[in-house]
């Protein structure tokens, strides 16, 4: 079972500290984007809004593919993917990461960021990432125990210790790290705080 997790439109937020912190995200993605080449085509697991979809269709020429478990969050990314003017180039489904196929899904660039967190068994998940993937992939998840001392600080999520419902999983950056060394190789590891950014390469 892919878990749906807790849907927040953190990319346009109002709250200063928020957009002070998605601008670094943002940053890290982008200079990991650039180290990727020019991939033919691309695929976001678990795409929600749209943001990266619509950021990785302006940086490269890449046909992408892109999927979420949530019909509805897919519908917005629709929306938002049509209003930025990449359509022609974008196809959307809903699906889950562990229906993912070498045949349909394969591509040079993957791009999986702020899913795994979400997920039962992100094992299995980082291989069939892993299974899809024939360039580069990128991918992030909240850097703890940081995330949840965050969350605490602000006031939110004290009966939980500051878990943001939803994550099931909890890494510290070496600890993500070393799930996806099991698979890939990592090129490049970025902290933009609160998180854990990583860009690899398949190991074959």
């Given at each position: 079972m892919q878990p749906a997790g807790n849907y927040y439109d953190k990319y346009r937020t109002r709250n200063p500290v928020a957009r002070y912190l998605m601008s670094g995200f943002l940053s890290s993605f982008d200079a990991l984007l650039g180290r990727t080449g020019s991939p033919a085509s691309a695929l976001e697991?678990?795409?929600?809004?749209g943001e990266?979809?619509?950021r990785v269709a302006r940086a490269t020429s890449a046909r992408i593919r892109a999927f979420?478990?949530?019909s509805e969050v897919v519908r917005e990314a629709e929306e938002r993917i049509s209003k930025a003017g990449v359509a022609e180039r974008v196809s959307l489904r809903t699906d889950s990461i562990y229906a993912l196929e070498t045949a349909r899904d394969s591509a040079d660039l993957v791009v999986c960021c702020e899913v795994l967190e979400h997920l039962d068994d992100p094992e299995t998940a980082v291989a069939k990432l892993a299974s899809v993937c024939t360039g580069h992939l990128i991918a992030s998840v909240p850097r703890e125990p940081l995330w949840r001392a965050l969350n605490m600080a602000r006031g939110k999520y004290w009966a939980d210790l500051g878990n943001t419902p939803?994550?099931?999983q909890h890494w510290s950056t070496m600890a993500f790290a070393a799930m996806l060394e099991r698979h890939f190789e990592i090129v490049e590891l970025r902290q933009p705080l609160p998180w854990s950014?990583?860009?690899c390469r398949p190991r074959r």
């Amino acid at each position: 079972m892919q878990p749906a997790g807790n849907y927040y439109d953190k990319y346009r937020t109002r709250n200063p500290v928020a957009r002070y912190l998605m601008s670094g995200f943002l940053s890290s993605f982008d200079a990991l984007l650039g180290r990727t080449g020019s991939p033919a085509s691309a695929l976001e697991v678990g795409c929600g809004e749209g943001e990266l979809t619509i950021r990785v269709a302006r940086a490269t020429s890449a046909r992408i593919r892109a999927f979420d478990i949530s019909s509805e969050v897919v519908r917005e990314a629709e929306e938002r993917i049509s209003k930025a003017g990449v359509a022609e180039r974008v196809s959307l489904r809903t699906d889950s990461i562990y229906a993912l196929e070498t045949a349909r899904d394969s591509a040079d660039l993957v791009v999986c960021c702020e899913v795994l967190e979400h997920l039962d068994d992100p094992e299995t998940a980082v291989a069939k990432l892993a299974s899809v993937c024939t360039g580069h992939l990128i991918a992030s998840v909240p850097r703890e125990p940081l995330w949840r001392a965050l969350n605490m600080a602000r006031g939110k999520y004290w009966a939980d210790l500051g878990n943001t419902p939803g994550h099931y999983q909890h890494w510290s950056t070496m600890a993500f790290a070393a799930m996806l060394e099991r698979h890939f190789e990592i090129v490049e590891l970025r902290q933009p705080l609160p998180w854990s950014m990583a860009l690899c390469r398949p190991r074959r």
